[in-house]
């Protein structure tokens, strides 16, 4: 009896082990929304940390986070460093490339509350009086990610984040007007 119950307990802890080991070594998660505005108007709120930050979810989770700006304040090279609440952890993100006013890449190093290296990315185009706007993240998918993964939909936890984050920036986009 106890060698069943013994048999039983490790299958059941060795099936997620083997359904992780076979997850993608990578992830992407994407979003779009439709925003009118032009790309002209909506470049220098994603490619400007400081007003990045004003409609970023993420920064907007934790009315406490402490956070330190370094590099010029757009473009490539601006970084922010900070340090928030279980919701947001620790970390930091800073524009690598920028192309106006089409794209904004981005490099996202988290710390805590798991270390992750990964690239966010916006684009956008242009759709008759509207831009559409995507905001994507992608990057390696570790062992202990794809393991989590199989309790937790990381893709559906993200990306209603970067709704959230779109509609904020769509509200502030069109609100210029």
Request: charged share 20%.
């Given at each position: 009896m106890i060698k069943t119950i013994a048999l039983i307990a490790v299958a059941a802890m060795a099936v997620p082990l083997v359904l992780a080991a076979f997850k993608p070594d990578t992830f992407r998660?994407?979003?779009?929304?439709?925003?009118?505005?032009?790309?002209?108007?909506?470049?220098p709120l994603i490619n400007d940390m400081r007003v990045f930050n004003t409609w970023n979810p993420y920064n907007l989770k934790d009315p406490n986070i402490r956070g330190e700006y370094s590099g010029p304040q757009a473009g490539p090279g601006a970084a922010y460093h900070f340090a928030g609440n279980k919701d947001v952890g620790k970390g930091s993100i800073s524009i690598l490339e920028s192309t106006a006013p089409a794209k904004v890449t981005m490099k996202l190093d988290?710390?805590?509350?798991?270390?992750?290296?990964?690239?966010?990315?916006?684009?956008?185009?242009?759709?008759?009086?509207?831009?559409?706007?995507?905001?994507a993240m992608h990057g390696p998918s570790p062992f202990m990610a794809k393991l989590?993964?199989?309790f937790m939909n990381m893709d559906r936890m993200i990306g209603r984040d970067f709704e959230a984050g779109l509609a904020n920036l769509k509200a502030r986009a069109e609100k210029a007007v």
């Amino acid at each position: 009896m106890i060698k069943t119950i013994a048999l039983i307990a490790v299958a059941a802890m060795a099936v997620p082990l083997v359904l992780a080991a076979f997850k993608p070594d990578t992830f992407r998660v994407h979003r779009s929304a439709s925003i009118k505005a032009p790309p002209e108007r909506l470049y220098p709120l994603i490619n400007d940390m400081r007003v990045f930050n004003t409609w970023n979810p993420y920064n907007l989770k934790d009315p406490n986070i402490r956070g330190e700006y370094s590099g010029p304040q757009a473009g490539p090279g601006a970084a922010y460093h900070f340090a928030g609440n279980k919701d947001v952890g620790k970390g930091s993100i800073s524009i690598l490339e920028s192309t106006a006013p089409a794209k904004v890449t981005m490099k996202l190093d988290m710390l805590e509350p798991f270390e992750g290296h990964n690239i966010v990315e916006f684009t956008m185009v242009p759709r008759g009086d509207a831009t559409e706007v995507t905001w994507a993240m992608h990057g390696p998918s570790p062992f202990m990610a794809k393991l989590v993964g199989i309790f937790m939909n990381m893709d559906r936890m993200i990306g209603r984040d970067f709704e959230a984050g779109l509609a904020n920036l769509k509200a502030r986009a069109e609100k210029a007007v």
